[in-house]
């Protein structure tokens, strides 16, 4: 089994549907282990992240719910914390305005 390390990244969270950061590959396991939401804009913005688990039916949990950034600011979620997601589960993002909000994910796949 091979471990990387790798970040994932999305410039500009969707305000309309949710846009996906990252899906774990094929004969893959992955652990987060960090998120970091940065708002660009001068004004408060709030962020959802939605977690996938691909295995159960599709069914989409909520990790983080409208969770405000003040402006101009980052905020780092997650951190301490492990999330393990398996082959096909999907991690997305949604903002309360377009082109605001990026999101990066610090995590190891494992192959």
Request: hydrophobic share 40%; net charge negative.
């Amino acid at each position: 089994m091979a471990n990387t390390f790798k970040n994932s990244k999305f410039i500009n969270c969707s305000n309309s549907s949710a846009s996906t950061v990252y899906t774990t590959a094929g004969a893959t396991t992955t652990v987060i282990l960090g998120v970091i939401l940065s708002n660009k804009n001068a004004a408060s913005r709030t962020v959802t992240v939605t977690w996938t688990d691909s295995s159960d039916s599709d069914n989409s949990t909520t990790m983080l719910n409208e969770v405000s950034i003040p402006g101009d600011s980052s905020l780092e979620v997650l951190a301490g914390q492990k999330y393990i997601l398996e082959t096909g589960d999907v991690l997305k993002c949604l903002a309360s305005a377009a082109s605001s909000v990026d999101i990066t994910v610090g995590l190891m796949e494992i192959t």
